[in-house]
């Protein structure tokens, strides 16, 4: 491709309410460009980019068994009330009426439809089992879309389904695409941890992310320092020991004005946090009051409540809904409490002589403990685990780190097939619901979380295995310069010629603006050719992640080139080893 004739041109700056650096360079390299909230257009680069990752995502997705296949962007919603998806998720899926007034949804994520295809072309356990995907558009309707293709309303997904008769059959399937994800990621340039996270909406037993470490994540994963625990913070857990066993002491109301916080109860009181008892106070979208208590050392995990509680969707609750069922803002507890949904940490059950509030201003109780002077519906880990905090495997302190979720893996189980009547029939005619897992990739997230990765002040350093070209050429000197030109022209022939793909800069510009560009691109390989240069029978070569320069002879650019671009590949294999 002659940079004169490629559509989309480099910009100097990013605009300035533009924030992450995957964001500025994407831009600034012409390979994508903005058109709404959360919404891109991919430019001939951005698009190169996107389709060799897709591509990779192909190859791996067929050496399983994969079989590719095209499922609808709009859904009959029927589907979606069927499974009870409808009425639970949110307004991030768009619902909608066509011109016969049916209801109508666009795909977020499409197990109602895998799920219906398969009611219709499953019908014996010999059908069984089957990988099946595809690469289509996304539509969810972000509330805060950001950080370019980070995080965006309409996107490309790669999502597969798993097809089994057992949790045998899931489980090896799950597995299977596990290593899979793990070879596409490495062929991708990208480096990543493999935790344990919330199934969230998509329900099932089971899920995990992969997690590309970097300061531009919205999600935040623990880690022992041995590597043998990972997960999202959402659902990770820690070591807890046991306090040390004492006599239950009798209630005891104190005065403590002006102690609303619990740092300042404690200060107060002059305890350490851990002996107090925390309240915190949600309204379920049944319309419940849902009544958390933690010890005071520790916060609620949001994520960990809903799933405690059996409620989708938790909002702070107000202070006229907290005093409806007995408490009082900044001095509740549970003690008295009626028509509340209690539930309690493990951290609560097991620390005595907790001081919580007396539900009335200016007030605490001494000396409270769960089962004797209150009771919890639920008594459940809805603790957040943090940075210091005990490993569940060997007690080590937990690290935290940033990172950007480029993968997820789900065992659905039963959980849409039963609901869709997505059944087979065993080999002695009894029905069975199939056992199905999801597996998503973003590609527009990948190529997004490669440029988050792999840039440096001055652009992006694309693995070879997805840059939208594998060499930048540059002639140098003026447009007139009939050699310089000329050998510029043969070196991009004869690189194409051999299967090399060839970004050529034949713009009629100063080096200062090519050197910038090729750098801000980023493409593994600068090679440029100039009077100097061509006056030694020289081209100038420079791999995109090099500070020094080698000069190459003429006629042994090609071969050159070929090697170094084999150099850079073998890391990028996908085997681990490598």
Known sequence: MRMSSLFGRTLRE?????????????????FVRPLGAGIFSLLPLGYRVVRKAEAIIREEMDAIGGQELLMPVVHPAELWKETGRYQAVGPELTRFQDRGERDMVLAMTHEEVVTDLARSEI?????LPQIVYHLQTKWRDEPRARGGLIRVREFTMKDSYSLDRDEAGLDTAYQTHWHAYERIFRRCGVAFHVVGADTGMMGGTASHEFMAPSPAGEDIILLSPSGDYAANREVATFRRDAPPAEDLLPVEEVETPNATTIQALADFLGVPLARTAKAVFFKGDSGR???????????????????????????????????AVGAEPGYGSPVGVSGAYVVADESVRDSPNLVAGANRPGYHLKHTNLGRDWQADTVADIASAEAGFPSPTDGAPLTAERAIEVGNIFKLGTRYSAA??????????????????????????LVATVAEQR??????????????????????????????VGAGDRLYAELTAAGVEVLYDDRADRAGVKFADAELIGCPIRLSVSSRTLARGEA???????????????????PTVQRLLAELAAPLSGDPAS
């Open 123 to 127: 019908s014996s356990y010999r059908q």
């Open 540 to 558: 100038e070569l420079r791999p995109r992640a090099a500070e020094e320069s080698t000069f190459v002879p003429l006629a042994e650019v090609v």
């Open 455 to 484: 840039h440096d002040d001055k652009g992006i350093l694309w693995p070879v295995t997805l840059a939208p070209y594998h060499v930048s050429l540059l002639w140098l000197g003026k447009a007139d310069d009939a050699e310089t």
């Open 289 to 323: 009051l849902v009544f958390a208590v933690v010890r005071g050392d520790l916060d609620v995990n949001e994520t960990k409540l809903r799933k405690a509680c059996g409620e989708p969707n938790l909002t702070p609750a107000t202070a006229e809904e907290i005093r």
């Open 14 to 30: 990013a605009p300035g309410d533009v924030e992450l650096p995957s964001h500025k360079l994407l831009l600034r390299g012409a």
């Open 420 to 445: 869709l009547g997505a059944t087979y029939l065993d080999d002695e005619g009894q029905s069975h619901p199939i056992v199905m897992g999801s597996y998503g990739i973003g590609a527009g997230r």
